[in-house]
């Protein structure tokens, strides 16, 4: 087999990626369990934890740099090479996210929601599931399956939308509830923000295969 | 035929004897670019590139069909060999200094061309050797022996003796294979001035060398044409899975 070290290499790194997705979606499980269960201890686990998701990708992008530098690949072998770079990125801003999530936790621990949370569990779970199967479809070279998952993330836009629109009603019928509001926003905004990265990895993995930067 | 096509093959077939080393090739080769001729050792690429200054004619078994034109002048009818050669050189895996001084080795051709002028020839020396990036290591020893350079000065040198004929193209036959990195690197900053000025095809089995050099990139595979583009996209995007696999060191 030519080059077995190399392909040994690539699927070396794919699974790491797979980790990193696994470990960036535990997070943000992690995350969203604190806030509906205002467990602080959880959230701060969160936080801690982000060093380990940050210090992942500058390690895989470093294993991606040697790589390019030590095997010098062309044509399909480069474009997977640089998408893996591209997409650990987008994993880890997921994982900032997860972050953010757990200090919004931290914070409105002493308060009581303004409304129960049923929207955002659920746009958690919908970007947790979305997320593995982007980074499946990426080990998997599977195009055809990233783009299906990139056509998810408009049910994550439209959720976010109902649940400011949600958010609004509350505000305006009580100025008190505006601050509970707005955490709650953001708390959506962030997980609507994680679709939006999952979707950049699906492109990626779309100018794998194709060397094209679709919008997908 | 687009009017900077400076050669054009058009179904070229050679064969050795039984054998045939070249099927059906077509291509147009463009003024003032860098032509890089890339495959698997067998796969006719240096046949090909013997092929543009009727290099095979000096091999009794091969036959050739098709047609090449260079200046859309057919190359077995309508040009005379020598001025062919004149006009289309040809630079060697290794370098090939012939046993005289620097100075000589350059004025070689233009002599054999008919020029005596010491003046003239003088120049020509000196315009050749700064053409091929060489003048200022070997200006004050024009006339030590050529054999007494380095490897990657004396491959220089016979690029400058190419140049000393002024030819229009320069074929080039994996000219940095028997060179170091540093005069690799050199050869290859060469190779880019020169096509300000001249058409360059060059055969490399270094497939990084031809990612670096060329404007086009022709995979040869069995004595096909497998791909011929841009080297931009035969490295980045090629259509075919078998230039993809070659280039990628799957095979080959």
Known sequence: MIRQHYEDDLAELSREIMKMGLRVEEAMNKAVESLKNKNVELAQEVIDDDDIIDQMEKDLCDKGALIIAREQPVAGDL??????????????????????????????????????????????EMGCSMLSRAVAAYVEKDPKAAVDVAASDEILDNTHKQVVRELLTYMMEDPHKIEGAMSLMYISRFLERTGDHVRNICEWVVFADTGEHESL | ??????????????????????????????????????????????????????????????????????????????????????????????????????????????????????????????????????????????????????????????????????????????????????????????IDELKQNYTIVIVTHNMQQAGRISDKTAFFLHGKIEEFGPTDEIFFNPSSPKTEEYISGKFG
């Open chain 1, 79 to 124: 474009r997977h090479l640089i998408s893996a770079i591209k997409i650990i990125t987008d994993i880890e801003r997921i994982g900032d996210h997860a972050v953010h999530i757990a200090k919004a936790t931290i914070k409105m621990a002493d308060e009581e929601y303004i409304k129960p949370l049923v929207d955002i569990p659920r746009m958690a």
């Open chain 2, 1 to 190: 035929m687009d009017k900077t096509t400076k050669i054009n093959v058009k179904d070229l077939n050679l064969f050795y004897g039984d054998f045939q080393a070249l099927h059906n090739v077509s291509m147009d080769i463009r003024e003032k670019e860098v032509t890089a001729l890339i495959g698997p050792s067998g796969c006719g690429k240096s046949t090909f590139l013997r092929t543009l200054n009727r290099m095979n004619d000096l091999i009794d078994i091969v036959k050739i069909d098709g047609d090449i034109n260079y200046d859309d002048k057919d190359i077995y009818s309508q040009w005379d060999v020598i001025e062919l050669r004149k006009k289309v050189g040809m630079v060697f895996q290794k370098p090939n200094p012939f046993p005289m001084s620097i100075f000589d080795n350059i004025a070689y051709g233009p002599r054999t061309h008919g020029i005596k002028n010491k003046a003239i020839l003088s120049d020509i020396v000196e315009k050749s050797l700064q053409q091929a990036s060489l003048w200022e290591e070997v200006k004050d020893r024009l006339h030590k022996p050529a054999l007494g350079l380095s490897g990657g000065q004396q491959q220089r040198l016979c690029i400058a003796r190419v140049l000393a004929v002024e030819p229009d193209v320069v074929l080039m036959d994996e000219p940095t294979s028997a060179l170091d990195p540093i005069s690799t690197s050199r050869i290859e900053d060469l």
